[in-house]
């Protein structure tokens, strides 16, 4: 009894140290259990393969991403509402803490609200999940400690609120859920949505969110790895005094482990759904200037480095070429200062619109004309949904390759 003790207390210290990664959504690998039998023995009934019926449930993903400040929210909201439009049901999704989505479209929160035929937008708000996140580990941890070590672990959790990487975790962790178990889409003409878009914060932030699955996988194999030892030592050390001390009695099962385990299969399912090129992809955003240009082919390597798909580019504000000789000498006689600087500023353009081309030359490209105002509301993004109405991301799939429907470069 007393190593019985002894391990308890060793398995408490262990608890604080894991259970922040593994103490949260104790129901969703449930959830996720129930949503696949159901999805089974549907796929049973239609007589489908499974391949083929879980291609055609699973949403396509889409990512939007790229350097601050070159219509990444543009872009997402009027694709998502070219889709919409199409008949396919979308779900647009905020991940950036500049909640751009909310100027655009008005008052959005943290669950899906719908704005359009086919189309529900939410926003999710960093301090929210945190303290979502954060009370989900503390149910978790609770029953694990008592007394003076319990009020010492709580504080200690909430201190973590404000330490590196917890609004990171909170955050990826609600992108989980929506990758995995998504919402069903609020008009009921739908079973479950087509499309899910993220508007995403910039690059160097999205490129970390993307390979959280990557790091956390292998973080939770060294952690799972440490907790097998302990639990094979605390074996050992019940098996040598259940003769003399408790005969008959078992290991107890460890909560902690089948924690980390319901983890890094969610963990695993969500790297495997990412990774899949017919149905995830990142559509990256640039502008034709020097240093979007350079960040975005950038961004590319390290979002392929984690084995992302790359969908498309967008090249957004281009300045439209100028009016006809007559009208330009005409413009140039008056306001000839202002002449100059755009021309110089439309040649510039030119260049790094042509290095972006080069670089992104095996993917569907995109030219979007700067807007004489720029998007303020859902009937300002009209000219932009128009454009996007014909653009397709890449796919490595025969089928999207033969049947023309990947946008030209223009």
Not at 373 to 384: F, I, V, Y
Request: net charge negative; charged share 25%.
């Amino acid at each position: 009894m007393l190593l019985s003790r002894l391990w308890k207390r060793a398995s408490s210290r262990t608890a604080k140290d894991t259970a922040v990664w593994a103490g949260t959504q104790p129901s969703a690998a449930h959830e996720t259990h129930e949503t696949h039998e159901a999805h089974e023995a549907h796929t049973h009934q239609s007589g489908l393969a499974p391949g083929q019926a879980e291609i055609s449930k699973h949403p396509e993903i889409w990512f939007f991403g790229g350097k601050g400040g070159v219509g990444k929210t543009s872009c997402a909201a009027a694709q998502a509402l070219a889709l919409a439009e199409k008949g396919e049901a979308t779900l647009l999704v905020s991940t950036d803490p500049a909640h751009n989505l909310g100027d655009l479209f008005g008052t959005v929160g943290g669950k899906p609200y719908n704005i359009a035929p086919r189309l529900d937008v939410m926003e999710l708000d960093p301090e929210r999940e945190c303290d979502r996140y954060l009370e989900a580990v503390r149910q978790r941890i609770a029953p694990l400690v008592s007394g003076e070590r319990s009020a010492t672990v709580m504080r200690q959790l909430e201190l973590s609120r404000h330490a590196p990487g917890t609004s990171e975790a909170a955050l990826f962790d609600a992108l989980v859920e929506i990758i995995l178990t998504p919402p069903a889409p609020l008009e009921d003409e739908a079973p479950h949505y087509r499309h899910i878009l993220f508007d995403t914060a910039p690059s160097g932030h999205t490129i970390r969110l993307l390979s959280l699955p990557e790091v956390l996988g292998g973080w939770l194999e060294g952690m799972l790895g440490q907790r097998r030892r302990a639990i094979a030592e605390r074996s050992l050390w019940l098996d040598s005094q259940q003769a003399s001390e408790t005969p008959g009695e078992e290991a107890p099962e460890d909560p902690i482990s089948e924690a980390l385990e319901q983890r890094r299969t969610r963990y695993a399912a969500l790297r495997q759904r990412l990774s899949d090129t017919r149905r995830a992809r990142v559509i990256l955003v640039s502008t034709p200037e020097k240093l979007p240009c350079l960040e975005t082919t950038r961004t590319r390597e390290a979002l392929e480095a984690h084995g992302l798909a790359v969908g498309g580019l967008i090249i957004n504000q281009c300045l439209p070429e100028p009016a006809s000789q007559g009208a330009g000498k005409s413009l140039s006689a008056t306001h000839e200062p202002q002449a100059d600087w755009v021309a110089t500023w439309r040649e510039q353009q030119r260049h790094w619109a042509a290095r972006l081309e080069e670089a992104f030359a095996d993917r569907p490209r995109l030219r979007l004309l700067r807007q004489p105002e720029l998007p303020e509301d859902r009937a300002s993004l009209a000219p932009l949904v128009a454009q996007f109405t014909a653009f397709r991301p890449w796919s490595p799939a025969p089928a999207a390759s033969s049947c023309g429907c990947a946008a030209p470069a223009r």
